[in-house]
């Protein structure tokens, strides 16, 4: 497998090495990421804070002490939808390189896996990730990302719409009155009682997401089986208990 790809899509050969280390390692801390690449320690931590800045890598705190590993390999995708213009002739290239490094990050995925993302790639970076499930339940939703980055939600769109990606929303109880229907999206509010600070909570698949989406943006994206039953649970009796009726569409 080569990772030649990633040097055509912009990245420096320190972030290719350490990309390439921890496809091959999984979940790291920096010391060990130092012994397999030789890149000394000051400049790995400036090389980490850029691909996490661009959603490639993220990072989990145990014990006080960093452990880093790389997102999941098709947000190399999304990254390139910020660069398309760009890349265009190549970028059936890379999508066809993305099946062998899903390969390899499956064998060292582990099977509860958390990983924290920061700044506007970061974010971009899961939403991207819920496009591989066709289900997605939001629970606090303010429609942020739309507005806040309307260029990127409207392309992002287009392929959930395409994907067939149904969204199940309990919308923030102020998004009532300007909230439009989506196609594929099931909606109802929830009470204003709920309604504060800009955190949504976003459930697919075996993952579960905390969003913030204040002065600082920040997704803590925990992957578990059993949690994500039960937020989807929370979902449903939110759903069926205490949302209200939209006039976008019923719960199917």
């Given at each position: 497998?080569?990772?030649?790809?990633?040097?055509?899509?912009?990245?420096?050969?320190?972030?290719?090495?350490?990309?390439?280390?921890?496809?091959?390692?999984?979940?790291?801390?920096?010391?060990?990421?130092?012994?397999?690449?030789?890149?000394?320690?000051?400049?790995?931590?400036?090389?980490?804070?850029?691909?996490?800045?661009?959603?490639?890598?993220?990072?989990?705190?145990?014990?006080?002490?960093r452990f880093f590993q790389i997102s999941h390999p098709n947000k190399i995708i999304g990254y390139l939808e910020e660069r398309k213009h760009?890349?265009?002739?190549?970028?059936?290239?890379?999508?066809?390189?993305?099946?062998?490094?899903?390969?390899?990050?499956?064998?060292?995925?582990?099977?509860?896996?958390?990983?924290?993302?920061?700044?506007?790639?970061?974010?971009?970076?899961?939403?991207?990730?819920?496009?591989?499930?066709?289900?997605?339940?939001?629970?606090?939703?303010?429609?942020?990302?739309?507005?806040?980055?309307?260029?990127?939600?409207?392309?992002?769109?287009?392929?959930?719409?395409?994907?067939?990606?149904?969204?199940?929303?309990?919308?923030?109880?102020?998004?009532?009155?300007?909230?439009?229907?989506?196609?594929?999206?099931?909606?109802?509010?929830?009470?204003?009682?709920?309604?504060?600070?800009?955190?949504?909570?976003?459930?697919?698949?075996?993952?579960?997401?905390?969003?913030?989406?204040?002065?600082?943006?920040?997704?803590?994206?925990?992957?578990?089986?059993e949690l994500a039953e039960s937020y989807v649970r929370y979902h449903e009796y939110l759903w069926d208990s205490v949302a209200s009726q939209?006039?976008?569409?019923?719960?199917?």
């Amino acid at each position: 497998m080569t990772l030649e790809i990633l040097r055509k899509v912009g990245l420096s050969e320190g972030e290719i090495k350490v990309y390439s280390a921890l496809l091959g390692l999984g979940v790291s801390p920096v010391n060990k990421i130092h012994e397999k690449t030789g890149i000394e320690r000051r400049n790995i931590y400036d090389i980490l804070n850029k691909l996490i800045e661009r959603g490639l890598v993220t990072y989990i705190t145990e014990n006080k002490k960093r452990f880093f590993q790389i997102s999941h390999p098709n947000k190399i995708i999304g990254y390139l939808e910020e660069r398309k213009h760009e890349i265009e002739r190549i970028e059936g290239e890379i999508e066809a390189e993305i099946p062998s490094i899903l390969k390899e990050f499956e064998s060292i995925r582990p099977d509860i896996n958390a990983e924290i993302y920061r700044g506007a790639d970061g974010i971009k970076a899961v939403w991207e990730d819920t496009l591989n499930y066709k289900k997605v339940y939001w629970i606090g939703s303010g429609r942020y990302v739309p507005k806040r980055f309307p260029h990127f939600f409207a392309s992002w769109n287009k392929r959930r719409i395409r994907l067939k990606v149904k969204w199940y929303n309990l919308l923030r109880h102020e998004m009532r009155r300007e909230v439009k229907p989506m196609p594929l999206e099931h909606a109802k509010f929830l009470p204003k009682e709920f309604s504060g600070n800009p955190t949504v909570i976003c459930i697919y698949g075996n993952k579960v997401v905390n969003f913030l989406y204040g002065d600082r943006l920040f997704a803590f994206v925990i992957e578990s089986k059993e949690l994500a039953e039960s937020y989807v649970r929370y979902h449903e009796y939110l759903w069926d208990s205490v949302a209200s009726q939209s006039s976008i569409r019923k719960r199917a």
